[in-house]
């Protein structure tokens, strides 16, 4: 079975994450995500792209003389990729330019071949930027690169998806370089988050918006290695234009990057409580109570206790299981929960409700509801002796709508 967008715990596995609750940047040993070119020195000064003729300079995490700039930061669990003017007392460190911004890759962490990748994101609309969501050869060799999302801040509502190939690759003679571009008309995208992806297969590459399929093109003979992950605002140049000074800082805000490869023998992988969160695979973490503390798991499977106070808990990645014991004084949180792969661990909390059934949402003791910012929340109605009694919001998951779903396979209640 293909990957489906629309049905992706069904059809794929997910092999990445990066959610934002917090930042983990290469260091030169660890970290998920880098912020500068792989053949810059680990502690060099940065880097720009200067064959396109970008105006920007992409700060590097691990260059002590400029760490007071900061072009990648979190805000409301966002990663802000930020294009800003460089203070002058910087531009000598980084080649005398003008502006600095932002740009993530997990060329050090994460490279794949084949598979769905994905970026939500809200672009800015502001002239002379341009932000990018991409795929790079592992072996660093140019071209091939899969451009999944060029947007230009002059032209919000104009989606631009690219292949770059060897001409000869497509063709079957010749030298060069290839670049096929689709531009596609989409809503403004500095108005609202969508999603951006590409499925990138051995006999065809489909780019999707908002996880609906906007351009296809048979896979060129020279995009069948790994390949890596990278984003970022660019600024001015021929093509961007020139920058609105007026207007910065820009930011280009993601909510996450996701990449998932397709289930071996195209069937999904069974969803049991035997392949599920074990304390020797993975981390068990328990909130404190006190408001707003956060639990960061790992990529293995890790099992979260929630407590009772507001915890916001994220994945990481993994099969994880979330367990609700008791009644919240307020709602826990999941930034990353994946249906399909993840649970939701009611079990004793119903028990404390003296519920002995197998079907609590049928039964009126549970159920989900959508939120406006394109989540969910788990609702829960303990009964008394007349009848129910009170509606208590148990946790909110972000970036899950209530249809991805499965009461009977996402939910522990037994």
């Known amino acids: 079975m293909p990957i489906d967008p629309m049905n992706l715990a069904a059809t794929a596995k997910m092999t990445f994450k990066a959610v934002f609750v917090s930042l983990s940047l290469w260091n030169g040993t660890t970290g998920q995500l880098a912020t500068d070119y792989w053949f810059d020195p680990i502690h060099g000064n940065g880097g720009t792209n200067s064959d396109s003729g970008e105006e920007e300079w992409y700060i590097n995490s691990n260059y002590a003389a400029t760490q007071s700039i900061k072009p990648w930061t979190i805000e409301n669990k966002t990663l802000l990729l930020t294009l800003d003017i460089a203070p002058a007392n910087i531009r000598p460190l980084i080649g005398g330019y003008k502006f600095t911004s932002g740009e993530i890759n997990t060329f050090h962490d994460f490279s794949q071949t084949y598979g769905y990748f994905e970026m939500r994101a809200k672009v800015p609309a502001v002239d002379g930027m341009w932000s990018a969501f991409w795929l790079r050869r ?105 920058i609105d000074m007026s207007k910065l800082p820009a930011s280009l805000a993601i909510e996450y990057i ?50 009772d106070n507001s915890v916001v808990m994220e994945g990481n990645g993994g099969r994880d299981r979330f367990v609700f014991n008791d009644i919240p004084i307020n709602p826990g949180q999941i930034t990353d929960f994946d249906p399909g792969l993840d649970w939701i661990d009611v079990s004793q909390l119903l028990a404390a409700a003296h519920y002995r059934g197998t079907q609590p949402f049928s ?4 159920s989900i509801a959508p939120t406006v910012d394109g989540g969910s929340e788990l609702h829960f109605y303990p009964r008394r002796v007349k009848g129910f009694c009170c509606d208590y919001t148990i946790v909110k998951l972000d970036h899950v709508l209530p249809s991805q779903l499965n009461l009977a396979e996402d939910f522990i209640v037994k």
Not at 161 to 178: D, E, F, P, S, Y
Not at 235 to 241: D, L, T, V
Not at 279 to 299: C, F, I, K, W
């Open 363 to 366: 039964d009126g003791l549970l």
């Open 138 to 242: 592992e072996n660093s060799t140019w071209p091939p690169e899969l451009d999944i999302m060029e947007i230009l801040g002059r032209d919000p509502t104009t989606l631009h998806v690219n292949c770059h190939t060897r001409i000869n690759a497509r063709h079957g003679a010749g030298g060069g370089n290839l670049s096929e571009t689709t531009p596609v008309t989409i809503p403004d995208a500095s108005l609202a988050f969508h999603d951006y992806g590409v499925d990138w297969e051995e006999k065809t590459i489909t780019w999707y918006f908002d996880r609906q399929a906007v351009a296809r093109i048979p896979t060129p003979v020279d995009m069948h290695q790994p390949m890596y992950i990278q984003a970022n605002l660019a600024g001015g140049g021929p093509w961007a234009k020139d």
């Open 258 to 307: 996701k990449a998932y490869k397709e289930f071996p023998g195209g069937g999904q992988a069974k969803k049991d409580l035997g392949s599920g969160p074990d304390p020797v695979s993975g981390l068990l973490l328990v909130a404190d109570n006190e408001p707003n503390q956060v639990l960061q798991g790992t990529p293995r499977s890790d099992t979260f206790i929630a407590g």
